[in-house]
């Protein structure tokens, strides 16, 4: 779940603000053991705004391309998108990954306080290299839970968007997904006893889980479990008072449209999209089907659903 590039710099030649500037240059901010890594891509003509785009789970990359899943550069392509829209961005690798593996011993030890912290750390040096006022935040997946989780406490950020973000707290969201499947049903009880253990933030020993459940409750990110399973996103999305842009695919198979209706629900301010076609990686699906779906988390040559990149936009430039 938790596991421990930069692209060669182009001239934009289409504005002449930035004609002898690098569309992309690397960007880096304080880590615990050493920097964190990251790549700025600059705004066509005048920067109307600035983004911090925060990867989701496992070995995503600052990119949006995962080992385990595929090369979607769902991340390259909305900064690409975005900077035509006036929007710059920063795009990074998470701690213990990638540019940022020398940040930290253990990948795999870390939490989401952990993360807030670097978020912390990415605002702040953006806003001292770059000069932006505030910085927005835009979260996939597990990063729209790590930009909940640093709304109200890290200073500077403009708003949120959350693009597929979970909205039921994580010890929810895997008992769901065990009693989805009739073939757990003898995993059941051990499974149920273990989320209800680390939600209480308590460690389960591998003795005390079936063989198929060892993976899922690695002892190696139980620490980042019982940080995840504290926290419900609903409460903290009602707490915050940024503007807040949540995201959602309608042929998402991780992330299902209710999780965006439970989050517009605990904050009516909020503003909801959902694009029907979308899948958990932005990209459209032709059909229902489960292999598209996957076939589509690999395809690095297919854009961006159409409607991604403008309902961000204008979301962030028309400050609702």
């Known amino acids: 779940m938790k596991f421990a590039l930069l692209t060669a710099c182009a001239m934009v030649l289409a504005a ?16 615990p053991d050493a920097p964190l890594s990251g790549t700025l891509r600059e705004a066509l003509g005048k920067r109307a705004a600035m983004a911090l785009i925060i990867p989701g789970s496992g070995p995503t990359d600052r990119d949006g391309n995962n080992p385990l899943i595929g090369k979607a550069g769902t991340y390259r392509l909305l900064a690409e998108g975005l900077a035509a829209q006036g929007i710059a961005s920063v795009r990074i690798d998470k701690r213990g990954m990638f540019g940022s ?3 930290v011993a253990d990948p795999n030890a870390v939490t989401i306080p952990d993360y807030v ?19 927005w935040l835009i979260g996939h997946s597990e990063g729209g839970l790590v930009a909940l989780a640093s709304a109200e406490t890290v200073e500077g950020v403009c708003g949120l968007v959350l693009l597929a973000a979970g909205g039921k707290p994580f010890g929810e969201v895997i008992r769901l997904q065990l009693r989805a499947n009739p073939a757990n049903a003898p995993l059941l009880e051990a499974g149920e006893r273990a989320i209800d253990e680390l939600t209480a933030g308590r ?47 309608g042929r998402d198979i991780q992330v299902p449209t209710e999780d965006g209706e439970r989050l517009k629900a605990a904050q009516p301010q909020a503003t909801l999209v959902t694009l029907p076609t979308a899948n958990h990686v932005l990209k459209d699906v032709a059909s229902d089907s489960m292999a598209d779906n996957i076939a589509v988390y690999r395809a690095s040559n297919l854009p961006l659903s159409e409607g991604v990149v403008p309902a961000i936009a204008s979301f962030m430039l028309s400050g609702k």
Request: charged share 10%; net charge negative.
């Open 101 to 103: 593996r020398a940040a």
């Open 16 to 31: 002449p603000a930035f004609a002898n500037t690098p569309a992309e240059t690397p960007i880096s901010a304080p880590g």
């Open 203 to 249: 460690r389960v020993a591998p003795e005390a889980l079936p063989g198929p459940l060892v993976q899922v409750f690695n002892p190696a990110v139980q620490g980042y479990l019982i940080s995840a399973m504290a926290i419900d996103p609903a409460k903290l999305a009602a707490e915050t008072t940024l503007q807040m842009l949540i995201l959602q695919g």
């Open 117 to 135: 912290s670097d978020i912390a750390s990415w605002v702040s040096a953006i806003r001292t290299q770059t000069g932006a006022p505030c910085v």
